[in-house]
């Protein structure tokens, strides 16, 4: 078996209002059965914009929240393969290791009172129980040294930095556990556009020194697709489209991909909606959660939900709309 | 720090109270040393004295020295000076053995006079602050009282700060019914009105306590009526602090609950606990003085300002008739000012919004 | 074509902290009739503290030199109560989070009565609601005399952003300062507000002042770029000059680090910009983008370059790429 992640009608709802006097059907859906797999190396893009529900699956991946349908199975790095879930405390210690969560914001992400040794040491200090102390912080200045900091570093704090910095130092916390996957939800945004690169190929550097996978997760859908081997698109929580990187960019087939497209700054072209707003779902679907804003709309849109399926002569293409004609 | 130290110097008033503060508290420290006598030594024909520390005289000149008195009246303690009879107040006078902290042995006190050692008698003891109705030196007392004054503030303040972090960490950060335990908890001890709750308590345990029981029994007490209020806000604030991502980062690591509450959480809040701490040791000093002030707190012989206050302070005729006796009410108002004044810099430190001006 | 705005030698010093921060470090410009200028630059290159001083909006520990002239008016020159009549119907301002800029427990209706009360204290609350919908409509608030009741957590982002617009032009004013309006939206809600500024200000004749960082949605709708950098203008140049014949490294650099359509990791290397951006707390003494720029040399690390050519078409640096 190949796959290191397979992801399976992965489904999640938030209660809107919580309380004793809160409505039991006003729910926000932020995921309605999402699959999805990943295979060892593989980078695996995720796109979409607030309130997709991109960064509710990140965490659900790594069960910051815990989903309430579906299987989430990790293939481990003993070939054992096990599904991950809240209740399995040893195997999710485990998991959690090979598996890291890099966050958006590295100002938020880094305890601002720790100096980077601490922040680097201290969670696996725990873990070891004190034990093979000076192996860690070899490990951990090893890991600085990797994402491009000084070893004069350590002993600062996260205030000291820039926000390029302090990026590196989360990716240097992640790689002391040696993780085979890092999820990586939208590290880049909140960088300045001339550091936004730097990052970028520091983790391409990462990937190919230690072989890792990669889920890469942002709005900016080219940068996704640089980074991506696969890009899957997501809508409403549901995926819309998912496909290679190159082929995706090439003919984006699904009509929320083309309006992704179209909308982006460098695309030149203005989009033609004039005021078509995003709704957030608060009852199950009935049918695309795109149907409101899509141009190519029919009534079975509305009443049906389109389910992914594959598309074109290539393998790996699959896509949720009605109005996309299987070749 | 460092800007909390610029600050400190540029407000007079809270480096003042440091000042203040320090001096009382090593004072405390060495009171074995600083007072001449024993706070429980009754000076016979002495009581009700007033302060009888003067600078100078034309027989012994410039000089801390004091005057010979009668008593005239044993009614209305009426004294006179004996013209030309004066005793030179020394600095490091030999007296009764006393030991530094119990353990060192003081081979003399800081200042004293002859006053038992001078083979003509004629020396006079040397009262700073007068003396009260026993005849025993109130500053003498007021130094050993601060023992217990001085010091249940903090021990009170580290009780009360202790549970409240404890309840109020868990409930914020747990969440769920054990907020909802905790939270009820507080606000029944926070409904029942306090000043009752200390007296119920007090009441139903023994009154023939030594100092050192009544002093940890009254602390409790008082811890046990301040924490609900100060949980409460650590709740609140280590349910702000979890939902950042810091946290979130620290469970994915698989770090024990409390290592995250006590690593990542706790620190985040120290300047207000810090804060807490300076306004809190105040309250504790006037529930103290509260308790000993009804009676309920330390009793004879044992000393401090609050029993002081409760014993010679408490009538308006004694107040008028022997104002010196109101020396430990003056103290207590110094260090309760202090401690504010000093608590307030400290808010502003802590605010994270407040930006220092050039 | 006539000058609405013009900004000379503009120097504002933050002096709350130590350092000093220098966010503007002498920055001179000037906005046409009916232009749309765009400013780009990253955090901290001091586009932001430049769009607020030309809307007299600094702070008090903000330390201002320099002349800003609006419609041949100084700034400096007006008392405060000139200038609350400045801003509005000469001049407003949109902001990056629409929803810090609103009192979310007051109607719409209330926040455009409020507003126009500022310039026309006699207008009735009926005036204000006429007024309100044909605005709402004129940014394409569909339902807008129904949706004048609401209050501002009703609203998503980007339609926020629509009714910040509308209250921005509720005293028709010549000129609209946007600092980054589009940045805290979604790709294709931003698209949206692109296009209807670009609307409005042909329907208007704005004179526009479009802020960014990212020099590809600047691109889209500004006539001339100018590029901060350090508190300074590294380069001005009509917009498709620019972008094809920089003559500063950094705007190159720029343009070229930006991830392009249909590259892909495994066939092209991304081009970048090393280093960080500097700390206005501690200015270089020469070019502020010496540190990190591929052609730097010694003089560029101590002498800081002029900024050289004609009006329109300015850059500062010693060793400028060639025109092609």
Known sequence: ?327 | ?358 | MSTVLSVEDLRVTFVSQKPPVQAVRGVSFHLETGECLGIVGESGSGKSVTAWASAGLLGADALREGKIVLEGQDWAELNPEQRRSLRGTRVAMIFQEPSRSFDPIVTLEKTFWETLRVHRPETTREEARTRATALLNEVHIADAESRLGSFPHQFSGGMLQRVMIALALANDPQVLLCDEPTTALDVTIQAQILALLNELRRRRGLSMVFISHDLETVAQVADRILVFYGGLILEEAPTDVLLSRPRQPYTRGLWDSRVKRGSHYSTTPLTLIGGSPPDPQRPEPGCPFAPRCPRSQDRCQTELPPLEGAVGRRHRCWFPLEEP
């Not at chain 1, 081997?229 to 809508?235: K, T, W």
């Not at chain 2, 306004?279 to 000093?285: N, R, T």
């Open chain 1, 1 to 327: 078996m190949n796959e290191l992640l397979e992801v399976t009608n992965l489904t999640k709802s938030f209660q809107l209002h919580a309380g004793l006097f809160a409505q039991a059907d006003q729910r926000v859906y932020a995921l309605g059965g999402v699959d999805l797999t990943l295979r060892t190396g593989e980078t695996y893009g995720l796109v979409g914009e607030s309130g997709s529900g991109k960064t509710t699956l990140a965490r659900t991946l790594v069960q910051l929240e815990a989903h309430e349908r579906g299987t989430i199975r990790y293939l481990s790095s003993d070939g054992s393969a096990w599904e991950v879930r809240r209740g399995d405390r040893r195997n999710l210690e485990r998991y959690r290791q090979e598996v890291r969560y890099v966050f958006q914001d590295p100002s938020s992400s880094l305890d601002p009172r720790m100096t980077v040794g601490d922040l680097l040491t201290i969670g696996a200090r725990q873990r070891t129980r004190g034990k093979d102390r000076a192996g860690l912080v070899a490990r951990a200045r090893e890991g600085l040294d990797h994402v491009g900091l000084r070893a004069s570093d350590w002993d600062r704090r996260p205030s000291e930095f820039s926000g390029g910095q302090r990026q590196r130092i989360a990716l240097a916390r992640a790689l002391v556990t040696r993780p085979r996957l890092l999820i990586c939800d939208e590290v880049v945004s909140a960088l300045d556009v001339s550091v936004r690169g730097q990052i970028l190929e520091l983790l391409l550097d990462l990937k190919n020194r230690f072989g890792l996978s990669m889920v890469f997760i942002a709005h900016d859908l080219d940068v996704v697709a640089y980074m991506a081997d696969r890009v899957g698109v997501l809508y409403g929580g549901r995926m819309m489209e998912e496909a290679p990187s190159r082929l995706l960019v090439e003919k984006p087939l699904h009509p929320y991909t083309k309006l992704l497209f179209d909308s982006a700054p460098g695309a030149g072209i203005r989009s033609r909606e004039t005021s078509a707003q995003k709704l957030t779902p608060t009852r199950a679907l009935t049918g695309c959660p795109f149907a409101p804003r899509c141009p190519l709309v029919i009534d079975r849109c509305r009443t049906e939900i389109p389910l992914p399926r594959a598309v074109g002569p290539q393998s790996g293409r699959l896509v949720a709309c009605h109005r996309v004609e299987a070749e």
């Open chain 2, 1 to 358: 720090m460092n800007s909390l130290w610029r600050r400190l110097f540029r407000r007079p008033l809270a480096w003042g109270s440091l000042v203040v503060l320090v001096i009382l508290y090593l004072a405390m420290s060495l009171c074995e040393f600083l007072a001449p006598y024993d706070p429980n030594h009754l000076f016979e024909g002495h009581s009700d004295l007033p302060p009888n520390l003067i600078w100078y005289s034309p027989q012994e000149g410039l000089g801390p020295q004091v005057q010979t008195v009668a008593l005239v009246n044993g009614v209305t303690r009426e004294y006179v000076r004996v013209r030309g009879e004066y005793t030179p107040v020394k600095f490091f006078v030999p007296t009764d053995p006393v030991k530094l902290w119990g353990v060192i042995p003081l081979p003399f006190h800081l200042f004293g006079t002859d006053y038992g050692r001078d083979p003509a008698g004629k020396a006079q003891p040397v009262f700073v602050m007068g003396t009260d109705n026993l005849g025993r030196d109130v500053f003498s007392r007021i130094l050993y009282g601060s023992r217990i004054s001085l010091t249940i503030g903090f021990v009170g303040v580290f009780i009360s700060l202790g549970l409240a972090l404890i309840f109020g960490g868990l409930a914020g950060y747990y969440g769920g019914i054990w907020d909802w335990i905790i939270m009820r908890l507080c606000e029944f001890i926070i409904l029942i009105p306090g000043l009752y709750l200390i007296l119920f308590l007090r009441s139903i345990l023994s009154d023939h306590m030594d100092t050192g029981q009544s002093y940890m029994l009254i602390t409790v007490i008082l811890s046990f009526v301040g924490w609900p209020g100060t949980a409460r806000m650590i709740r609140g604030m280590v349910h702000a602090v979890k939902r950042q991502d810091f946290v979130s980062n620290a469970q994915l690591e698989s770090m024990p609950s409390l290592v995250i509450l006590f690593r990542h959480i706790v620190p985040q809040m120290s300047s207000i606990l810090i804060l807490s701490v300076t306004l809190g040791v105040p309250g504790f000093i006037l529930g103290e003085t509260a308790l000993s002030y009804l009676g309920l707190g330390i009793v004879d012989p044992a000393v401090s300002w609050g029993s002081m206050i409760n014993r010679d302070a408490t009538s308006v005729s004694n107040l008028l008739s022997f104002p010196w006796l109101f020396a430990p009410g003056i103290f207590l108002v110094i260090v309760t000012l202090a401690f504010n004044f000093l608590g307030e810099l400290l808010r502003d430190w802590a605010d994270p919004n407040w930006k220092e001006t050039a």
